[in-house]
Structures are given as structure tokens and as C-alpha cells.
């Protein structure tokens, strides 16, 4: 993994957790204002950044942060953010509790089993966009589901294109097959769970990840689909992070 850091290390520290196949470079751009208030931690996940060798598995990105933390924070820190796949990384961080997370915000987490077929229809579409530029007809399906239009196809500008087949194929399939395990019930972090009323698999996985957690606030933002609140209502999506971390 390659762990990026901004912002003074007076500040109290917030791990930022990218979304599936995402350029860690536009997830800082886009959460830059919080450096004013935060240490930010914005590791990328092995097979997503150049130099970068393969993805390997959720559980080992989670090891590498784990042991980043460690090192450099004693093993704890004040707040995290996840936005889509890096909520499901939160998710396994908070399972595996082995660092302490005061207050996690997981975004548009998507947790809900899909299955297999799911994962290797998305693999085989964005493989053809890397090698031809154009997506299938399929994406307006998925786009559908996820409460967007063809409009917000724009928003794929966000992808980090220089990944391999196999780190596409591995990261797809583990992300659409991944499950809830019930030992997240024995993390005490305060969570919050935000999403759009337009994404039902994200609705499907707070409903899954409520089975659990000791300690949650679910928020619906009215009208939104996925990223749509960090990536079109940036600025206010900073200040409801740094609100979230700030209150009692």
C-alpha cells in the first residue's frame, strides 16, 4: 500500500478509505479543506497507484493499515471516512479490531451480498472500457441501480485506469461477494452510516450492518445516489465530516 499524509501532525488524525478501483490523488483533492482541521491518513490500495504491484485481498490491505498504525499512531486514531468500497474496508477494519477508531463514517457503503456473477459482469465491463474506451450497455443498469443517470457518467473520471486484469478481477469479485461477519458486534466505535435514498444496496447493507453494531447513526440524504454527496456537494460533505467527528 502507499500511505499518504497532509496536514499537521498536531492535528487529531482521520483516515480516509478510497472507493473501489478510485484515484486516492481525487478522493484528497475532493476532502483537501479537512487538512485544516486533521491529520489525514489516505492509504491506496495495492494494484491502484503507479509502481503499485496486485490487490491482494481486503484482509491484507486491512493488515497493512492495521500495521501502519501501529507504527506511526500507537494503534488508534480519532475518526475515519469511507466513502463506497472504503466503507466495505471499514467494515473489515472494524471486524478484525485490531486499532481503535473513535468515530468511523462509512458513505455509501455497499456490504450487501451481490454474488459472483455480479462481480465478474462489473469485472468484464470496466476491462472493456480500460481496452476500448466505451463501456457496454450494462452500465446504464448499473448506474440505475446505484440511483445515477448516464449523465453521471462523468463521474467515472474519478477511476484509477492503470490497474491490471488481475487487480480489476480480484478487487470485483472479493467487493461483490464480501459478508457481514458478526464479529463486528464486539467494536465499540461510534458509526455512522450515510447514504441516498436512491441506493437500495446501500440501504440493503445498513440494514445488514445494524444486525451489529453496538453504536450507530444511520443518515438518508433525500434525492441522492451513490458518491453523488461527495462528489457534487463536496463542500458540504467536509463540513459534515468535520461536524460528525466534532460533536459529543
Known sequence: MLFNEFGSKENPSLLILHGMMCDWRNFYNALKPL???YRLIIPAQDGFYDGS??????????????????ENYGGKFHGAYGASQGGLMMTELLT???????????DGCYVAHQGRFSGWGTYRMFKRYKDTGKFPAFINIMMRL??????DLGMMNNLYMNASDDTMRRNFM???????????????????LWCGSKE???????????????N????????????EFLLKHTEECCKKIHQTLIQD
Open 146 to 151: 446505484m440511483g445515477l443517470k448516464e449523465e
Open 96 to 106: 478484525r479490531n485490531k486499532i481503535q477508531i473513535n468515530k468511523a463514517i462509512m
Open 35 to 37: 487538512e485544516e482541521n
Open 53 to 70: 504491484g496486485d490487490f491482494t485481498s481486503f484482509a491484507d490491505q486491512c493488515r497493512q493499515i492495521e500495521e501502519y498504525i501501529h
Open 216 to 227: 450507530c447513526e444511520e443518515e438518508i440524504m433525500d434525492g441522492l445516489g451513490h458518491g
Open 200 to 214: 437500495p444496496y446501500a440501504l440493503k447493507s445498513h440494514k445488514e450492518l445494524k444486525r451489529y453494531l453496538k
Open 174 to 192: 472479493e467487493n461483490y461477494t464480501y459478508r457481514t461477519r458478526p464479529e463486528i458486534a464486539e467494536n465499540d466505535a461510534m458509526v455512522y
